[in-house]
């Protein structure tokens, strides 16, 4: 049960979107000191990489928390196209 | 697409498949449009409905709907350090009539959206709303992609993050407003279920978790029985989680690991892992010219600490919408002023009068100590009552003992929590 967030999203099913739904202007995020969003995100979508964040968004849950808790407001959010991303099959 | 339809409703969850159902029973030309592959395929909740509001709409719903246990067993555990105290409640009286039941999103938001097509309603799926139509200043349908679609009145029910409400200017976002809730469903044999939460067939549990799992941070965590598996998962306030630093998904793994979960999810196999936000105190006007918000949209859940609502809020919401569509639709008048009906409707029924009893509420249980300092307070407590290592004081010594240096603080927080809970 002790499994890591990789595996978890591993137990996932997803639609995979080529287009991006959610957007993030980086660019901002090295002036960002608090880099919430290494804590917030629950699939571990951004990670720091050579001191920069990058994002991804596949993989991503759509729980909507990175909407609104990046405190640079660089997180351009969307739900993917329709039938895409996320689908439970328990919820 | 660019019939009109007298109403369209965005989002098939239950605030919208109880809207739905009801105004195509009442006769209304309504399209429900999902984003979801499927209904239910993009909604995660902790998993207990309240069985109230839908029984009302749809009576003896549990004779067809896809429910999973009838919840008659409500545990509360308080963990500490190194200790953990439960309490363990069982009420035969709250099978009958029930009261509440588990039940996995996935096929019961399948089998709601089925009673509203079954009623009438044309359900789209795998469609993404975009934008509103606005003519006039007022809200007169819908854009998804090339497809513009005109409709009398839109109800929003597109949940917690309501990108349409945003789009109508009903509502803003903040971080202070919301909780985050992750979530496994962890397989194991019915048998194994009834026996380690002592059930009887069919029956189920609700246990809610409080102190160490969240380490400090205002939230808790959750076990709720299901058929044959178990939905587990940790709710946290997301500013005090980014304060605190700690990485949500690793919250969930470390509550796996306690001793008092450990032993319940022992040799299950986690199915799925989801996560959604949580509008604990986020609100969004209800109403505008020619647009209704329904269920978590609105922001319409209560969580007074001990019943955590939003399933039976939402169908509320989504009847009452239907009622105020019908009384607009008497008069032909989709105005703010005319649709500001839903509103009073909401009044008048438990929704906003819960609102409104437990608005105290999402104050005081954001204050931390009722996650560090009470938990620890009672297992040390009880720790001492059942050591035998010595002379013995009475109970009401170790209590005065216990308790010193937090007598004055523990007694104004009581009473604040008589007040607001």
Request: charged content about 25%; some cysteine.
């Given at each position: 049960m002790n499994i890591s967030i990789e595996e978890?999203?591993?137990?996932?099913?997803?639609?995979?979107?080529?287009?991006?739904?959610?957007?993030?202007?980086?660019?901002?995020?090295?002036?960002?000191?608090?880099?919430?969003?290494?804590?917030?995100?629950?699939?571990?979508?951004?990670?720091?990489?050579?001191?920069?964040?990058?994002?991804?968004?596949?993989?991503?849950?759509?729980?909507?928390?990175?909407?609104?808790?990046c405190p640079k407001g660089v997180v351009d959010f969307n739900y993917p196209r329709g039938g895409y991303g996320v689908y439970y099959k328990y919820g | 697409m660019s019939?009109?339809?007298?109403?369209?409703?965005?989002?098939?969850?239950?605030?919208?498949?109880?809207?739905?159902?009801?105004?195509?029973?009442?006769?209304?030309?309504?399209?429900?449009?999902?984003?979801?592959?499927?209904?239910?395929?993009?909604?995660?909740?902790?998993?207990?409905?309240?069985?109230?509001?839908?029984?009302?709409?749809?009576?003896?719903f549990w004779k067809e709907a896809p429910i999973e246990r009838k919840v008659t067993r409500e545990k509360l555990t308080l963990q500490g350090e190194k200790a953990s105290f439960t309490l363990d409640f069982m009420d035969e009286e709250l099978g009958e009539p029930p009261n509440s039941y588990t039940i996995l999103r996935g096929k019961f938001d399948q089998w709601f959206a089925g009673k509203a097509v079954e009623a009438g309603a044309t359900l789209v799926s795998s469609i993404r709303v975009d934008d509103l139509i606005w003519e006039n200043n007022r809200i007169t349908g819908i854009v998804a992609g090339t497809d513009r679609i005109q409709a009398n009145v839109v109800i929003a029910a597109d949940g917690a993050v309501s990108l349409l409400s945003e789009k109508a200017g009903l509502k803003k976002f903040d971080v202070l407003q919301f909780a985050l809730g992750i979530k496994e469903i962890i397989e194991l044999p019915e048998k194994t279920i009834e026996e380690r939460f002592n059930l009887a067939?069919?029956?189920?549990?609700?246990?809610?978790?409080?102190?160490?799992?969240?380490?400090?941070?205002?939230?808790?965590?959750?076990?709720?029985?299901?058929?044959?598996?178990?939905?587990?998962?940790?709710?946290?306030?997301?500013?005090?989680?980014?304060?605190?630093?700690?990485?949500?998904?690793?919250?969930?793994?470390?509550?796996?690991?306690?001793?008092?979960?450990?032993?319940?999810?022992?040799?299950?196999?986690?199915?799925?892992?989801?996560?959604?936000?949580?509008?604990?105190?986020?609100?969004?006007?209800?109403?505008?010219?020619?647009m209704l918000v329904a269920g978590d949209a609105g922001g319409l859940i209560v969580n007074n600490g001990i019943t955590l609502r939003g399933i039976d809020m939402a169908i509320a919401s989504g009847v009452a919408a239907a009622e105020a569509v019908k009384k607009a639709a008497q008069e032909n008048d989709f105005s703010k002023q005319s649709l500001s009906y839903y509103e009073e409707l909401l009044k008048r029924d438990f929704v906003l009068q819960d609102k409104e009893t437990f608005k105290k509420a999402p104050e005081f249980l954001q204050n931390e100590r009722l996650y560090t300092l009470y938990p620890e307070f009672v297992c040390r407590l009880f720790h001492r009552l059942v050591l035998v290592d010595g002379p013995k004081k009475r109970a009401f010594d170790e209590l005065l003992e216990e308790s010193k240096g937090n007598r004055i603080q523990m007694f104004l927080d009581m009473v604040r929590g008589m007040r607001s809970l």
């Open positions: 978890r999203l591993g137990l996932v099913s997803f639609e995979v979107d080529k287009e991006r739904h959610i957007k993030v202007d980086t660019s901002l995020c090295s002036e960002c000191d608090e880099k919430t969003c290494l804590y917030f995100c629950p699939s571990k979508r951004f990670v720091l990489e050579n001191g920069k964040i990058k994002h991804d968004s596949e993989g991503c849950i759509e729980c909507g928390t990175c909407k609104f808790a | 019939e009109k339809f007298d109403v369209i409703i965005v989002g098939a969850g239950p605030a919208g498949s109880a809207a739905a159902y009801s105004l195509a029973k009442m006769g209304f030309n309504v399209l429900m449009i999902e984003r979801g592959k499927y209904p239910g395929a993009k909604n995660v909740m902790g998993g207990r409905m309240y069985a109230y509001a839908l029984n009302r709409l749809i009576p003896e067939s069919g029956e189920g549990a609700a246990q809610l978790f409080v102190g160490h799992c969240t380490k400090g941070i205002p939230g808790g965590g959750f076990i709720y029985t299901n058929k044959t598996s178990l939905s587990v998962g940790i709710v946290v306030y997301i500013n005090s989680l980014i304060e605190k630093k700690i990485e949500s998904h690793e919250l969930i793994r470390e509550f796996n690991t306690d001793p008092a979960v450990a032993a319940l999810i022992e040799g299950g196999k986690i199915l799925e892992y989801s996560a959604h936000v949580i509008p604990e105190t986020s609100r969004s006007e209800l109403f505008t010219d020619g």
